[in-house]
């Protein structure tokens, strides 16, 4: 039985929703008939037939902990959450002063609470807004139920989005989190009929996705037009009120009219014949509500005042600069913002350099990882450690057995198993200012995350710092001890260097995981931390405990052996090899475990070259474009005149791990006599 509302709608204020729909109309009109022709704005969505459901929406978000994902079509939201019309013109026109400082398409918006919402970073991939959402929705539970925070009561997550969006992995990923956990997330669906221009029955059987989803469980479902000022905002009402009263998720499907074409430029003839825009310019919400308002409300005298204020704002909006070149590459990574959301938090550990401080006897380098995220699960309260199996069973690789038992299942959680959920989840958790550990179970199944890696990664550069999402995602790569085989055996690391915004870890031993294990859990930049199947429990990633506080920096590399005539680079399990290998070459070669590729040190690497004049680099990933070539490169560029023989590299062929034994040993994996062999030529150059 549904719980009783405990927000009752306060009546609508419709002269202020009427000046909101007239600023977003006014805006969107300039936009088309000025500052696209005149070449001032390269992007334009318009909004037109959607302003009122957003702007009843948008005047319910108050409670302070509210969030809201939106998509390109979110103005007359972002007007009522409190974007100014000055900060959309200078968004459109990629100027400084606007959301994204001119660095993100005017409408992928985002902005730090005004009016008690929270707009979290948008994306451009369409279906990527539902789970970031559903995240945030879990922080709110979390923070209710957990750390017993009440200013998180009645708080809500929201997702907005169109009819196309519904048949998006994310939009799917997001409903069965958020109806398996029974999550405070409205998913708010205003559906124009086109996703640009395919109709709405090939996104859903039949076109209706709120009549498709009447069996879900833990789901309410509420649809109705979103253009009627008769009924709109009652449904609007009822489902911010049941999902604010805990009673679970809600999607609210809302008919509405897109009276453009899907960007400006867009000819909707080719899909939409003349009676049909006809039809749908005779629901344009902003008749329906000068009607509303009735015959005594001057309403010439409301839109000449609307049409000033924003012109006015144009104006100013023109006079915001450009963004200085110099300011581009700022905001990768932390460093520069000074007010982010999530705030800066003074309760968790700060990151401290010191030596180790060995103790006990050599443990697995799985150990380390289980231990350190047990100390700084112990240490951090908003600290959350999730994924496929690492619940009771402990991970299918048993690096966090136990850490339910002794934690609980609010912070040490199974998960669906949806690897874009588990991701997209992670960033809202992040950016509601808790920390998430999320386990992808092997690194090919990373794949349908990909998407919101990369979103995750940019949220600071996108929006010039304002926002940060601090995950930490721990990926078993490589092949395993026993065996190999092409979708539990990738190592895989190039492409996330690739991907803006990541710290990425690959250490070789127990005691180098465990201190960038908890750097990585103190500090704000997201990470990506490869764990190596051959690793977690054999002699190789051995080493003592190395202390509960130890932090190790990133972009530090360690000269494991010192040689004078040639400078081997590895990482990994290749590290190993590369060891075993060098034993051949008394005092020659100088071994570089490079520990982190993302940033990577390059300035230990070229002092080594310099000294030796001869350069080999050994990795798992594919040779092509593998993070080799890029050490290959920055040689040449930078130590070119003290090189005595070609930079070479050893590396996996083009193909994937083979599951028979022998032939990844023999002719895929680099052995220990190929690298021996490449040793020796190179010394021999
Ligand atoms: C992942 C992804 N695929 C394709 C696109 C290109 N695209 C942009 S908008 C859009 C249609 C979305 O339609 P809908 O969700 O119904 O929203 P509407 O534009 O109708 O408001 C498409 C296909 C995209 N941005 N992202």
Known sequence: MAKPRKDDAPAVDWPAVARLMLTSRAIDEIEENELVPAGKVTYQFSAKGHELSQVLLGLRLTQGHDAATVYYRSRPFMLAAGLTPREAFAADMARTGSPSEGRDVGVVYSMPPRRGVTVLPSSGDVGAQYTPAAGWAQAITYYQNELKDKSWDNALAVALGGDGSVAANGFWAALTIATTLELPMLFFIEDNGYGISVPRHFQTPGGNIADNLASFKNLKILQGPGTRPDTTPALIDEAVSHVRSGNGPCLLRLEVVRLHGHTFG????????????????????????????????????????????????????????????????????????????????????????????????????????????????????????????????????????????????????????????????????????????????????????????????????????????????????????????????????????????????????????????????????????????????????????????????????????????????????????????????????????????????????????????????????????????????AIVEEAFTDLDAPVRRIAVPDIPIPFNIPLMNAAVLPSIEDLRAEIQSLLEW
């Open 266 to 633: 867009e000819d909707q003839t080719a899909y939409k014949s003349a009676e049909q825009i006809e039809a749908e310019h005779a629901r344009d919400p902003l008749t329906a509500v000068r009607t509303h308002l009735g015959k005594s409300f001057d309403w010439d005298s409301l839109r000449a005042e609307v049409e000033q204020d924003v012109r006015a704002q144009l104006a100013a909006a023109e006079s915001n600069p450009d963004p200085a070149p110099d300011t581009a590459l700022q905001h990768a990574f932390s460093g520069h913002a000074a007010s982010q959301v999530p705030p800066p938090d003074s309760t968790q550990p700060a990151a401290a350099y010191s030596a180790p401080q060995p103790d006990g006897p050599r443990i697995n380098f799985s150990e380390a990882i289980r231990r350190t995220l047990e100390s700084e699960l112990a240490a951090n309260p908003k600290l959350l450690v999730f994924g496929e199996d690492v619940g009771p069973r402990g991970g299918v690789h048993r690096v966090t057995l136990d850490l339910q038992a002794k934690f609980g299942d609010r912070r040490v959680f199974d998960t669906s198993l949806s690897e874009e959920g588990i991701i997209g989840r992670a960033a809202g958790l992040a950016m509601a200012g808790l920390r998430p550990v999320p386990e992808i179970q092997f690194r090919k199944y990373a794949d349908p995350a990909h998407e919101q890696i990369h979103d995750t990664g940019w949220v600071r550069w996108r929006t010039a710092g304002k926002f940060a999402a601090p995950v930490v995602i721990r990926i078993p790569v490589g092949y395993s001890k026993k065996t190999g085989d092409p979708w539990h055996s990738v190592s895989g690391e190039a492409i996330y260097a690739h991907m803006v915004g990541w710290q990425i870890a690959y250490p070789s031993n127990a005691e180098d995981a465990a201190g960038l294990l908890r750097t990585a859990l103190r500090q704000s930049d997201p990470t990506i931390f490869l764990e190596h199947r051959a690793l977690y429990d054999t002699p190789t990633g051995r080493k003592p405990w190395p202390g509960a506080d130890y932090c190790l920096h990133f972009g530090q590399a360690s000269i494991v052996q010192p040689g004078t005539d040639l400078t081997l680079v590895s990482w990994g399990e290749m590290l190993h090899r590369c060891l075993e290998a060098s034993q051949s070459f008394a005092g020659a070669v100088e071994i570089i475990d490079l520990r982190t590729i993302s940033p990577w040190d390059k300035e230990t690497v070229l002092a080594s070259v310099r000294r030796t004049g001869k350069a080999l680099i050994a990795h798992e990933d594919t040779r092509t474009a593998g993070f080799g070539a890029e050490i290959a490169a």
